[in-house]
């Protein structure tokens, strides 16, 4: 006879066979790889968070230099002009800079995964929401940038 609730049953069931009939869409986890996926969600998210400062910032000082710019007299010599381009031109801009350790980042944790002989998967819905997020936040700084030059 099949038992109805599965809580009186959960005493007459094996333990694996009960978390396959309680939640089958849910796959039990190594600890180690919960851990580790955790790990791999608060980097993307730090990383996020930084380059969303950095974007931030990188407006404010544009903001405050075309304020400069247009408090600035007409009649500035053209030396001092191709030198603040020469200026910016070889300034590292820090969108790149963040995209870079991004993919740096996510590469390293994939080998760290490897390395411990833990499967890829397929990222998780946090995963791929983090992964547009950091997209959409670099291809604004490379407008931006695009924008100055």
Not at 36 to 45: H, I
Not at 57 to 76: A, D, P, V, W
Not at 125 to 146: F, M, V, W, Y
Request: aromatic share 2%; net charge neutral; glycine share 4%.
């Amino acid at each position: 006879m099949w038992c109805t609730y599965t809580s009186f049953c959960a005493d007459k069931i094996p333990g694996s066979l009960y978390r396959l009939i309680s939640d089958p869409l849910k796959k039990p986890q190594d600890p180690k790889q919960q851990q580790q996926q955790q790990q791999q969600q608060q980097q993307q998210q730090q990383q996020q968070q930084q380059q969303q400062q950095e974007v931030q910032q990188q407006q404010e000082e544009e903001g405050e230099e075309q304020q400069q710019n247009s408090n600035r007299s007409s009649n500035c010599s053209s030396k001092s002009s191709s030198n603040r381009r020469r200026a910016n031109s070889n300034r590292t801009e820090p969108g790149t800079a963040a995209a870079a350790a991004a993919a740096a980042a996510a590469t390293a944790a994939a080998a760290a995964a490897a390395a411990a002989g833990l499967p890829q998967q397929a990222p998780t819905n946090g995963q791929a929401a983090a992964a547009a997020a950091t997209a959409a936040a670099t291809a604004a700084a490379t407008e931006l940038l695009q924008q100055q030059h």
